[in-house]
């Protein structure tokens, strides 16, 4: 149990936060993903979803990126983050680690951890716990103030991450989580502990899972007496370079029903993992994965709101409304015939009823919302969850009870009016049944066309508007100040009134406003998008670390000399591109084979200044380690060999690069990256080397705009190339861009000094988001190139989710 201070509590039905019971409507958005500037927008739109809680990893590699040197401020301040989700009264699940896996470089970890020798990652050992507590002690703090006992938003911190993942000794595990439930403890947090995939005692272990509800069963088992929480309920799941960008793991109708079923089956709330999932900025990604992490989430990348997260809103909506009944109740079933099952959660505030068809065929069967009432067919369609409200009070303040086998879309406030939504197909009829003691009325309507429409008030001691929406409308319903918005892509409270706007999708039929007394019909002036902007004709320079000198060593700037080739990771060099370079002398020109015995994680071989080969494509399993063998000319005299290696993430886990469990199998804590063994020409090996952390032009920033950099209007294609072009555009409405890296083969974008990431123009990974808070009226884009590709056909598009056609205020 948390804390006696605590003011969080739980049950086996739900948690209890400073006092009442709540069902947790949560998703996760990790601050490190996404600009600061635009941490309002995720959250606000989470709100709007039907959102209660936000969940967030902390990545301690964000944070202590170099040995010692703390960064809170900026796009890093996970405080101010904090402070936001309590501006809009969400909940925070905070899971600080210290691993965090999450497809994020070495799992979180920061990679100057490679460095300590004797360490030993996710056991109880000391060289490893001295550095997680000092990072612990500059964390955990932050956390604890922020808890709800003090004011704050967090109800729930979870220790650790997946530990069960690896398979390790029970007595270290248990040793090791519990030293951090101590530590965590001893350093102010007094709410209850999580775990996941992996227990500790004292805490609550949670589910993961793409259909969560299958597992029930098995928790309750083990936790009687313990909440059944979701903490990633995986609404898709992540790409990496290799797998197609057009790839879908789940669809959006399967999110919806097992999203369903989590409230049937007696969850006590969810966590989608992701519901915006972000980007992975710079060099941030584990290895091998896309620079996007858009995971298919409910929210796009660019924040646009998709078909996830238009068909999952009603649920959350649903959630919310019937808080008072799912938080506080158990889940039974009935089995009916031809495989239905009607799930079933009551308690004195009512009954929700819960069809089932788990079957791949579509079910017909009637629905019964009231006994003794003829019910109403309910054409359930293949793995569907239908709702049916039989009889539950419509607020935990109300004693007016509903009864409906229609869908509940969302019941909503607005002034002193609450407002039932419900939704179906054209030209089915609607119904719902409101009831008080004696008093009762039944309002029916039929859908006739693409508007809402308004099926009748209960005006008997508390004001009830009963509206009815074609189904084309689900998850396109907002409560924005005083009014609610129906039809537009988002709707939204501004200072000086509710701001609709509207992407392609729904420009053409407007919107609809309900307040206490009217719905309006907002129509759309139905705006033709602009073309994106335009690129200049672009610049161009050449990334020369490759190019043979007359005194290498001379050359400033900061390489690093070694007689064999070393590691990246052990002189400190942890991330995107480095240079490895040494000089070898031929008497006589000849044909030589040139070996690399082995390379992490891609190496683009030069010799003399020119391209040799590039290493094989990286495999996903990282216990091979590809090395390089080419034939090569070589000239009398003084030979130049550059080999630009470079690191496409650190894995996120043991079971990447070794055997999990097996003794002496590699682990993370062996993933180092750059020249892993010796060169050799022929017979001869190549000693006397030197290096350089970073492309030449990362280290002298030719990404910044202005800088300083030997730009000409042409040259010849060439590998390793940058490239600079401008463009304008009007940046009075907020529209997300994306750069299309048509032509290009591989390399990284930046737009206006921000590192975009990495692009490789593989398996259609051909568009990179360029959030708009970076952008202005006139703007700069560099691109780095490993090979001879040329950036002619680059262009900008606009993005297909988020984009606003039209943007309208009403006062």
């Avoid at 003090?150 to 030293?179: F, T, W």
């Avoid at 009830?464 to 609610?484: H, K, N, T, Y």
């Avoid at 000399?561 to 052990?570: E, F, H, K, N, T």
Wanted: glycine content about 8%.
């Amino acid at each position: 149990m948390p804390a006696p201070n605590s003011s969080v509590h739980y049950d086996a039905h739900s948690f209890i936060i400073n006092g009442k019971r709540e069902f947790l409507t949560s998703g996760s958005i990790h601050y490190f993903r996404v600009p600061r500037a635009l941490w309002r927008d995720r959250l606000e739109k989470a709100k709007a979803a039907g959102l209660n809680t936000i969940q967030t990893y902390v990545a301690w590699n964000w944070h202590e990126p170099q040995e010692g040197a703390f960064d809170f401020a900026g796009d890093h301040d996970f405080e101010h983050f904090l402070q936001l989700c309590e501006e809009f009264g969400l909940f925070v699940v905070a899971r600080p680690g210290p691993y965090i896996c999450a497809e994020w470089d070495f799992g979180g970890f920061p990679a100057w951890l490679l460095t300590k020798r004797g360490l030993t990652l996710r056991h109880h050992d000391p060289v490893y716990l001295r550095y997680v507590d000092r990072w612990f002690e500059k964390l955990i703090p932050v956390i604890a103030r922020h808890q709800v006992s003090r004011g704050g938003c967090v109800i729930l911190v979870q220790i650790e991450n997946e530990l069960g993942n690896v398979v390790p000794e029970k007595k270290d595990a248990d040793a090791y989580m519990s030293h951090l439930r101590d530590l965590v403890r001893n350093l102010g947090i007094e709410v209850p502990l999580i775990t996941c995939a992996g227990s500790a005692e004292g805490a609550i272990e949670a589910v993961n899972s793409h259909e969560p509800a299958d597992q029930f069963p098995e928790f309750r088992s083990r936790q009687p007496n313990m909440p059944i929480h979701c903490t990633e309920f995986w609404t898709a799941w992540y790409l990496t370079w290799h797998r197609d960008r057009r790839w879908v793991n789940r669809s959006p109708e399967h999110l919806a029903y097992h999203t369903w079923r989590v409230l049937a089956e007696g969850g006590s709330g969810y966590n989608y993992y992701m519901w915006y999932g972000g980007t992975n900025f710079a060099y941030t990604t584990m290895y091998l994965q896309t620079t996007s992490y858009d995971y298919d989430a409910p929210l796009s990348e660019a924040g646009g709101i998709g078909r996830r997260g238009r068909l999952t809103i009603p649920v959350a909506h649903f959630a919310q409304a019937f808080a008072h009944i799912l938080a506080d109740s158990d889940a039974s079933c009935q089995k009916l015939p031809g495989g239905i099952e009607v799930w079933k959660r009551a308690n004195t505030c009512g009954t929700l009823l819960f069809y089932k068809n788990p079957a791949a065929r579509t079910v017909t069967i009637q629905a019964y919302a009231e006994e003794g009432v003829p019910g109403e067919p309910l054409s359930l369609p293949p793995e569907s969850v239908a709702p049916v409200v039989a009889g539950a009070t419509i607020a935990p303040d109300s004693d007016l009870r509903l009864f409906t086998a229609s869908h509940l879309h969302g019941i909503y406030r607005i002034g002193d009016c609450r407002v039932i939504v419900l939704m179906g197909e054209k030209s089915r009829a609607i119904s719902c049944t409101l009831s008080r003691g004696a008093s009762r009325r039944t309002f029916e309507h039929t859908i006739s066309s693409e508007e809402p429409a308004i099926a009748g008030e209960w005006t008997d001691g508390e004001r009830v508007r009963v509206v009815v929406i074609p189904v084309s409308f689900c998850g396109r319903v907002w409560c924005a100040g005083d009014r609610l918005v129906i039809g537009a892509s988002y709707a939204r409270a501004v200072p000086d009134g509710v701001e609709i706007q509207h992407t392609a999708t729904t420009v053409s039929t407007g919107a609809w406003t309900v307040t206490e007394n009217a719905v309006t019909h907002v129509p759309s002036r139905a705006p033709r998008l602009p073309a994106p902007p335009a690129l200049s004709p672009w610049d161009s320079c050449i990334e020369n670390a490759h190019l043979p000198c007359k005194n290498p060593r001379s050359e400033p700037n900061g390489w690093v000399g070694s007689l064999r080739p070393v590691p990246r990771d052990l002189v400190g060099d942890h991330e995107g591109y480095g240079w490895y370079r040494a000089a070898f002398h031929s008497r006589e020109a000849r044909t030589a084979l040139l070996h690399v015995e082995a390379v992490s994680d891609r190496a683009l071989v030069f010799v003399n200044g020119g391209h040799v080969c590039t290493s094989i494509e990286p495999v996903e399993d990282r216990r091979f380690q590809p090395s390089v063998t080419v034939p090569v000319e070589l000239k009398a005299g003084e030979n130049v060999i550059a080999i630009l290696v470079d690191n496409l993430g650190h894995v996120k886990g043991d079971w990447q690069i070794g055997e999990v469990g097996k003794r002496g199998s590699p682990t993370m804590r062996d993933d180092l990256k750059g020249i892993l063994g010796r060169v050799w020409v022929d017979a001869d090996e190549v000693l006397e080397w030197e290096m350089h952390a970073k492309l030449l032009g990362e280290h002298e920033e030719w990404y910044r705009p202005g800088a300083s950099a030997p730009w000409g209007s042409q040259h010849q294609p060439s590998p390793v190339s940058w490239y600079r072009a401008s463009f304008t555009m009007d940046t009075r409405v907020k529209r997300p861009l994306w750069v299309r890296v048509t032509g290009l083969n591989k390399g990284c974008i930046w737009v206006n000094g921000h590192h975009i990431g990495r692009y490789w123009n593989i398996n259609g990974h051909t568009d990179y988001y360029v959030p708009e808070c970076w952008l202005a009226d006139s703007n700069t884009i560099v691109l780095f190139e490993e090979t001879d590709a040329t950036p002619e056909a680059v262009a900008l598009v606009w993005d297909d989710v988020a984009t606003l056609v039209e943007s309208t205020v009403l006062g």
